[in-house]
Structures are given as C-alpha cells and as structure tokens.
C-alpha cells in the first residue's frame, strides 16, 4: 500500500493563478480531509468528505473547492490563489466517520508559494 | 468553535523525560490524539486516549487526561534525540473531524 499520496511536493504560483492538489489513498478509506498548516497555528481543516459524492466545508473553506467523484481521489482546488494561501497543505484519509476511534493516515504535503 | 492550545517550544536533555501539555475547550470530546511530525513530513499518529479513560500508557509513552480540567498530557520517559519533532494534540468532538493544537516543538539536547 502506498498509503495517501500527495502531488506536488512543491508549488510556486502568482496571485490569481488557479491550480489543483492532488491527493489518493489506496486504503479504501471512506473518510478524506484537507488541511493547511500554518506556523504557530496547527493544522486547520479545510473540506472533508464522509464519502464518494459528499464533501463539507471545515474551517477554513473559502477560496477552496473540493470534489470526490471516486473513494480514492480528493483534490483541492483553488480558484484564483492569493498569498494568504501560502502554507503547507495536507491531506488525510481514514476509515470512517463518527464518534467512535478513527486514525487518520496523513500524506507528506504540499508546500505551496503564492507570490 | 474549539480552542486547542499547547505550548510552543520544549527543551529537554537526552535521557529526561519530556512532558507536552495541551487544553482544550469542548466538554463533549470523544478522543484525543497525540500526533508527531518530523522535519519535512506529514503528522504520525502516535497514541490517542478515549475520553472516559484518565491514563493511558504504551511502552515510553504515558497519556494523562483530566476531563474536568480538559488538560492532557503527553509524558515522554528516557527521551532520545529521535524524539526531536513536533507534537500535536488533537481533539475529537463527535463527528471525525479533528481539532489540532498549535504544535510543541520538541529539542533532545545531547
């Protein structure tokens, strides 16, 4: 298993510019999220997804768009990048959902620039 | 929404034992994680503990909850130089979204 994957390691836009993080897991996980970690701030949670064809926003949702039309992929867009968006941004996978023990598995991340 | 918070930055010298605290907010917490991060790398589940138990311990690691307080602690005993990361605390509040700390960063000085 290659776990979650993330893509690209590294990003450099300018403001206005568009693009989408990749993110898949092959664990047959149901539960996926976005987060973005910033320093002195931890993680904060951007979209999740309790499954194929559901996704909700977190945290901090604007200027991001999610989609997840299959169990293994759930990519991050953003729609017209501003440097408030430079930050390392992760994704997770686990299980299921609920109240019940749920580890979530994290990919490496995406550093990404905006400037 | 829930407030998590940590101390930024803990020195400790190599065989000491380390203690991380967090706190948090949300009286309706169902687990509470503690996750490491290395330089470079995504965050690592390291143990987690429900939240109607008041300890837990798993080899070095040794888990401290106090419910009425909301304060958890994470005890690391004969800390190493590979101990040196980041560690983060993580509540969980019903649903599975998590709610992290801002992070300690921890420094094993040989």
């Known amino acids: 298993n290659a776990g979650v994957t993330q893509t690209p390691k590294f990003q450099v836009l300018k403001t206005g510019q568009s693009m989408t993080l990749q993110c898949a897991q092959d664990m047959n996980h149901e539960y996926m999220s976005w987060y973005r970690q910033d320093p002195g701030m931890g993680l904060r949670l951007i979209h999740y997804?309790?499954?194929?064809?559901?996704?909700d926003q977190g945290e901090v949702p604007n200027g991001y768009n999610v989609s997840r039309s299959t169990t293994e992929d759930f990519p991050l867009r953003l729609l017209s990048a501003a440097p408030s968006q430079t930050s390392v941004y992760f994704c997770?996978?686990?299980?299921?959902?609920?109240?019940?023990?749920?580890?979530?598995?994290f990919g490496p991340g995406t550093r990404l620039t905006v400037l | 929404g829930e407030d998590v918070e940590q101390s930024l930055f803990l020195s400790v010298r190599e065989g000491d034992s380390s203690v991380i605290n967090c706190t948090y907010t949300?009286?309706?917490?169902?687990?509470l994680y503690w996750y490491k991060q290395e330089p470079g790398a995504g965050l690592q589940l390291l143990t987690y503990i429900f939240s109607n138990m008041d300890m837990k311990q798993d080899q070095r690691l040794t888990v401290l909850l106090n419910k009425k307080d909301k304060h958890l602690s994470l005890r690391i005993a004969d800390t190493q130089t590979g101990d040196s990361a980041i560690y983060f605390c993580?509540?969980?509040?019903?649903?599975?979204?998590?709610?992290f700390g801002t992070g300690t960063r921890l420094t094993v000085i040989p």
């Open positions: 997770a996978s686990s299980p299921g959902g609920g109240p019940t023990y749920n580890e979530q598995f």
């Open positions: 997804s309790v499954g194929a064809g559901i996704t």
């Open positions: 993580a509540d969980q509040t019903g649903a599975n979204n998590l709610f």
């Open positions: 949300d009286s309706s917490s169902t687990y």
